[in-house]
């Protein structure tokens, strides 16, 4: 496909790859909303990006920047700052990154996922919940209109092993934020530290409307565990999602009234579309036809 025209995905920050994988001298080429990219840092270490036409002819140069252990790039003028996540600053947290994952589906479709707790006895068994422990209680979804995000919490539900630092199952705390339409974080109850939380978070940078590339990252209390060990807990509780993500239809988010039937569980997912609806997003939406 060619370039979106859709402005509010054009006019906002997006994810196009992790800080480390940048080098220098090493030209980087990526897709961004339908666009292809060039990314390339240079001797001074500034990264640059351009866009490029299919020919390969450098076109624009689209303004960067390098935070959360990832760069981000705009195709148009956002109307506002990249998000924070001020739990970046606390240098007592393990960040551990997890790499990309190329994921046959839209961006919107694995935020709306990660944001899925009644899934977890089902597809995450054992691990983030099971049988016949599947309730979820009542809890708080909302926009929070001064912000421009979307907030779920007094989440609280059974988990079996929650973190790989968790030992046993117990009752498990989670906060939902969802920070851009394409970017959101969790935080859920830490087992090492129980006055803080720890966080996993997701940056999807929207490749083609049915593409994209799924960054995942920790901040985390845990002095147990080697990074390879929490990347490979991570990688195996997200790769079975993504045979779910990849054979959803329709395979763009509905935003119209009707298109799929919700139950209280989803109410986290339920304010995400009316706030996708209130922007105006299209790219990876299904629309009514
Ligand atoms: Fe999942």
Redesign the pocket.
């Known amino acids: 496909m060619t370039k979106t025209t859709d402005p509010v995905a054009i006019n906002d920050w997006q994810v196009i790859g992790r800080i480390d994988d940048f080098l220098k001298g090493q030209p980087k080429q990526t897709r961004l909303l339908g666009q292809s990219l060039v990314a390339e840092r240079h001797k001074n270490g500034d990264i640059k990006v351009h866009e490029i036409s299919e020919l390969g002819e450098t076109l624009r140069s689209c303004p960067v920047q390098e935070k959360f252990g990832h760069v981000w790039t705009t195709l148009g003028k956002p109307k506002r700052e990249l998000f924070d996540i001020p739990e970046f600053q606390q240098i007592d947290r393990k960040y551990v990154g997890c790499g990309g994952v190329m994921v046959k589906a839209s961006a919107l479709r694995v935020v709306e996922?990660f944001l899925d707790i009644g899934?977890f006895p089902y597809?995450?068994t054992d691990f983030l919940g099971s049988e016949p422990l599947t309730e979820v209680k009542d809890y708080k979804a909302e926009i929070r209109i001064d912000v421009d995000e979307v907030w779920a919490d007094d989440i609280s539900f059974h988990q079996d092993k929650a973190m790989l630092s968790a030992t046993g199952g117990k009752a498990v705390e989670y906060m939902y934020r969802v920070v851009s339409p394409f970017n959101t974080v969790l935080y859920k109850t830490c087992p090492e530290k129980p006055e803080e939380w720890d966080i996993i978070g997701l940056f999807a940078q929207p490749l083609e409307e049915n593409l994209c590339r799924v960054y995942a990252f920790m901040l985390v209390f845990d002095s147990q565990n080697t990074e390879t060990d929490l990347i490979h807990f991570q990688q195996m509780?997200f790769f079975?999602?993504i045979i779910i993500l990849e054979n959803q239809l329709p395979v763009g988010v509905p935003l119209y009234d009707g298109a799929e039937r919700s139950i209280k569980a989803d109410k986290t997912q339920l304010q995400f579309r009316k706030w996708l609806k209130q922007k105006g997003l299209q790219f990876g939406t299904d629309q009514e036809t």
């Open positions: 996922n899934h597809v995450h509780i079975q999602d």
